[in-house]
């Protein structure tokens, strides 16, 4: 156990529909991470938040959206899905959220999504 | 923009062989160097990093990894493979100074150790 929880594990939702993915950070940890991995992106940079407020954007599609809570928890809103948007999506969590005191991520084991 | 290239898609090696991952990296600016270790049906783990100081660097578990500004690359190796090494492996690059922690992984690298 990684200290990182994600959930659900699993999600098979239809095409045009919404989900909330959930990832609660190892303790202590101020930030969230969320990545998408697949198999013709790889793994690709989602959007960061630290201490409640978003750090950095990536490649997030207006379809997606985020926040952190005062809790520390995130999550992901997915909606409008289409087939492209089946992947893994892993949360991720650190002590700090700038590069200069990076002392790497501790990963979630990810929820599998796939949209039918 | 930062980019990083994972040279082989997949390495097949018997087992006690040496093996080494190749990883190159573009950036502008001084970079931070990770490698991550995802098993099957898991997320990613630290392997090992790279900061500043001595360009080696080393795992717990017996992988190494040089760190080459000249040829900015961050290969990974280990003089001996078990079975239990099996995985995928994901190098990664992170700009120095940013005040993000965002990574560009590569696109990984499948170890298959066969016995």
């Known amino acids: 156990d990684s200290g990182v929880t994600q959930t659900p594990k699993h999600l098979i939702t239809a095409t045009g529909q919404r989900v909330t993915l959930r990832c609660s950070p190892r303790?202590?940890?101020?930030?969230v991470y969320w990545y998408q991995q697949s198999l013709d992106q790889g793994l690709q940079f989602l959007i960061q938040?630290?201490?409640?407020?978003?750090?950095a954007k990536g490649n997030i599609l207006e379809r997606f959206s985020a926040q952190q809570f005062p809790d520390l928890h995130s999550e992901l809103n997915l909606s409008s899905l289409e087939l492209g948007d089946s992947a893994l999506y892993f949360c991720?969590?650190?002590?700090?959220?700038?590069?200069?005191?990076?002392?790497?991520?501790?990963f979630g084991s990810g929820t599998r999504l796939t949209v039918v | 923009a930062q980019s990083v290239t994972q040279l082989d898609s997949q390495v097949p090696v018997f087992e006690e062989a040496p093996v080494e991952l190749r990883c190159n990296y573009s950036s502008s600016v001084s970079v931070y160097l990770f490698w991550y270790v995802q098993y099957p049906n898991q997320g990613l783990q630290l392997l090992l990093k790279y900061l500043s100081g001595s360009t080696l660097v080393e795992s717990i578990n017996g992988f190494e990894a040089e760190f080459n500004k000249s040829q900015t690359s961050f290969h990974l190796r280990k003089p001996s493979v078990h079975i239990s090494d099996t995985a995928e492996y994901f190098c990664?690059?992170?700009?120095?100074?940013?005040?993000?922690?965002?990574?560009?992984f590569g696109q990984g690298t499948t170890l298959q150790v066969k016995p």
């Open positions: 938040y630290y201490n409640g407020e978003e750090r």
């Open positions: 990664a690059v992170s700009e120095g100074g940013s005040n993000t922690g965002k990574l560009i």
């Open positions: 303790s202590g940890d101020l930030s």
């Open positions: 991720a969590s650190s002590v700090e959220g700038s590069a200069s005191h990076f002392v790497g991520y501790t």
